[in-house]
């Protein structure tokens, strides 16, 4: 685990937001979506890094929050009129934050493979509120009209719409979001969470009560997984309850793995690695007729980087400019 | 209104359902138990079994003879995808493990469409067993459910039977509950474990075939089975055979009832009957905590 990257990989991580904040100047109507997907999935693959790295709770559900959230904003938004963020947003990731608060006052009781299995479930069971339902579309999804501005006292600030503002918005969002988190990690609930992950009998043995920390970084995982969903919903003013589903939660799980678990700034790196690969491997331009087949060469990279890069590139970055003593063994369970 | 006929058929569908559940659901249970393995990719398997269906059925124009060339194809199938793959997950954080499966996935799911394509397909009954047992003037039950009802019943015994009364079924008990010790016994685990696997996915494979003339053959079935057998799993308890039984008969008349009195909510019933469960009993019915 990784809780205060030292100056060299702070100056890494850096450079890489503020590359990432170079994409609008280079980058077509069209890279600069692709670079906003993957901006938010970063946010949501980071959130999910604070209960996979961080608090030892393989959660196999994180969409949950993410689709739930996205579907707030579709359920808040004026049909012919903007939603303003400054309340559509906390509104998002409250709605978010509840929903993780029941959902893990329920799964943070089990442990192991209950927990991967009982998380996923009551994902799914979102999913099928979703998807069987008349409500909010039901499986053709629903639409949000008008994008999301940010106005004060009647004036715009931030248009959601303006696809150069939004970006730079996300990647706000994503600067924050680490930055947050991190912080969490250092304040005493954060040493206290990185215990259970290491050993929560001796955690149970010091007297805490692990239920409720554990039960905490769910909902607050679960919140920061909502703002991500928010945000998501306002790409393409679209929802669906694809959104919810087990395969966006194993891609986010890919992503943490992908950019290294238990490194916060990781997932960045894995969903810059994710998103990447998926459009070139989607693209006939670039690899001609497996394009219709890229599932396969996914797969097999999926099980490529389990078999051979179990702790993911940004375990590679921090090993390469981090002194070794920063990142700790995998196997840090008892 | 409640014709009590009308409730009679849906508790032997649900029934019916349940076993199915519990033929997938028990392999699911005997690769977490033995093997400490989960296996997402065991709904591709069920798949896999309902195509293969699909197809040994055109070639041989016989379900029966499809499920019996079947069964050998699936059992080198699982051999071959332990050895290759699941083999490098044992004592592996179950992170990786859900990662490697879910590529599986991923392969399975796109070579089903490249070699079958993405329309649905209907496998036909078998001629002896069209046509319905009559119950009252207008309701009437299908001979074929109750031949799958019957087969999977069979299969349970029969897996009953192998666990408690043979020496390969002391062993998957003995290596359950103490790897090292096994071991340690002279018994190759190696082995024991690829038997297991192999076990597990036939059985899923086999729900598959004989699922498929009742259910039509479509791309995504797997997962769909795949977190229903989560739930049974979670229910009965991780390793329990019992448990899976139980569980899946649970879910599978919970299902089938939702069906057929709540439709829009008969998907989150069964999800809402996980819950409750989990709060009364957090390791499941017949799990160990």
Redesign the interface.
Known sequence: MIVTPNRKLFAVIAAVILLLGLVPVFADTYFLKLFTRILILAIFAMSLDLL?GYTGL?S?GHAAFFGLAAYMLHLVSPEYDAANALWALPVCVLAAGVAAAAIGS??V??K???F???T???A??MF??F????FAGGSDGAFIYVKPVVALFGVTLLDMGDRVVFYYLSLGFLAVTYLLLLMVLRSPFGQVIQGIKVNEQRMLALGYNTYIYKLVSFVIAGMFAGLAGFLFAAIDGFVAPQLLS?SES?VA??IV?LGG?GTLFGPILGAVGYVGLEEVLKSHGLVGFVAD????P??????A???FL?SGLGGAVARLVAPARVVKS??E?D | MLDPVFILIQLLNGVQYGLLLFLIASGLTLIFGIMGVINLAHGSFYMIGAYLALSLTQFTGSLFLAVILGIPIAIVLGLIVEHVLIAHLYDRDHLYQVLLTFGLILIFNELQSVIWGDDPHGVPIPEILQGSLPLTDVLSYPYYRIFVSLACLALAVGMYFVIQRTRLGMMIRAGASNREMVETLGINIRLLYAVVFSIGITLAAVAGMLAAPIESVYPGIGEQVLIICFVVVVIGGIGSIKGAFLGALAIGIADVFGQAFLPDFASVAVYALMAVILIWRPSGLFGRS
């Not at chain 1, 998807?131 to 008349?134: E, G, L, Q, R």
């Not at chain 1, 087949?293 to 396969?296: A, G, H, P, R, V």
């Open positions: 996979i393989v196999f329920l799964s009781r089990t192991g493979i209950y991967i299995m009982v996923l479930a009551f799914q069971m099928y509120l998807h069987d339902s008349k087990w194993g799980m890919m793995i678990m087949y890229w599932q396969i996914m797969g097999l990279f999926v099980i980087v389990v078999l179990p995998e196997d369970d």
